[in-house]
């Protein structure tokens, strides 16, 4: 229904790209293997932009792929990323990287979004490769990052310097939640070279201070805007995500046993978002579609969608990651 040759170079698609990366590593179930396999090859045959951290998350894939086989071509695909990111995405004055790249449009601006979307292809980059320059950008980024976004209740903000206006302290889930989720993954890379990286384990565990708060005790889930309960609506893949977060740092003992209620109130939470349709297929529900920064009302007017790319990616990686735990 959904082959791999027709999925466009994009974030969303990048996050089940990735899923199946983590998928694949835990099964060993090739069809997983090949069918990103085919995602990648595709766009190496008719070509692929790397300009802006949306187009970014692909790369994951293909750096599994070169580790896997050493081909030339996936090679190719992880030096164009790290090229554009250390020399051609525009930088804020504070040297973080621009959400939207090389695009003249606006100033440089920080989004939360960013520090999953690049990150992940500098955290595994420095992990398979060996790369401790790629492992320093991306400390460095993310001491930028919180610099900006996070503020004293620990929770971040959704962009820094971006040209339309915010209302204070509204705190997007989603967003949080790919903090959570590519923090811990750089941390555990850190731990497995016998090293830590002390900034950032403070900043993440103020941040899970406030999730934890922040998590619906009836349902496991979070509230799309995280200090709103009650507001708007309960959203799948921001919860997918903290699970992800929470139970990475868990299992590599950066977060004690204290989180793992909230794991697993969140993992029933998520599974109750899994329906079937008529043919009996799983659908992931309740996510929200793509959400660009603004105001409340903004974020409001955002609808929930089914089976959205990287909600589906998000629930993956979650099951994976908690499973076995």
């Not at 659908?283 to 009302?297: A, K, Q």
């Amino acid at each position: 229904e959904h082959p791999a040759e027709s999925l466009p170079w994009d974030w969303g698609e990048g996050t089940v790209m990735l899923s199946l990366v983590e998928l694949y590593r835990v099964t060993q179930h090739a069809p997983y293997r090949d069918y990103y396999r085919r995602y990648i090859d595709r766009h190496i045959e008719r070509g692929y932009e790397i300009t802006t951290s949306d187009r970014c998350p692909p790369v994951t894939a293909a750096l599994a792929l070169h580790e896997e086989t050493c081909a030339a071509a996936y090679g190719k695909v992880v030096d164009d990323a790290l090229r554009y990111l250390y020399e051609g995405a525009r930088r804020t004055d504070e040297g973080g990287i621009n959400h939207l790249g090389v695009s003249p449009l606006f100033e440089p601006s920080l989004w939360i979004d960013s520090l999953f979307m690049f990150g992940n292809v500098l955290i595994r980059a420095g992990e398979r490769a060996d790369d401790a320059r790629a492992l320093g950008e991306f400390s460095n980024q993310f001491e930028i990052f919180a610099s900006a976004l996070q503020d004293e209740p620990g929770l971040f903000r959704h962009a820094h310097n971006w040209a339309t206006p915010q209302d204070p302290g509204v705190y997007w889930a989603r967003g949080n939640a790919w903090v959570t989720a590519a923090g811990y993954e750089y941390l555990r890379v850190r731990a497995a070279r016998g090293e830590r990286d002390e900034a950032v384990a403070a900043s993440l565990e103020r941040q899970v201070a406030a999730i934890l708060g922040a998590q619906d005790p009836e349902t496991g889930l979070w509230w799309t805007i995280m200090n709103r309960p009650g507001e708007i609506y309960l959203e799948t893949s921001a919860t997918a995500l903290f699970a992800v977060g929470l139970a990475r740092g868990l299992r590599h003992g950066f977060l004690d046993a204290s989180v793992r209620p909230a794991i697993e109130r969140a993992v029933a939470g998520v599974r109750s978002r899994i329906e079937e349709d008529a043919s009996g297929r799983p659908v992931v529900t309740g996510i929200s579609g793509p959400t660009t920064v603004g105001r409340l009302d903004d974020y409001a007017e955002v609808e929930l969608g089914d089976d959205i790319s990287y909600g589906v990616g998000a629930v993956v990686l979650a099951l994976v990651e908690t499973s076995g735990l």
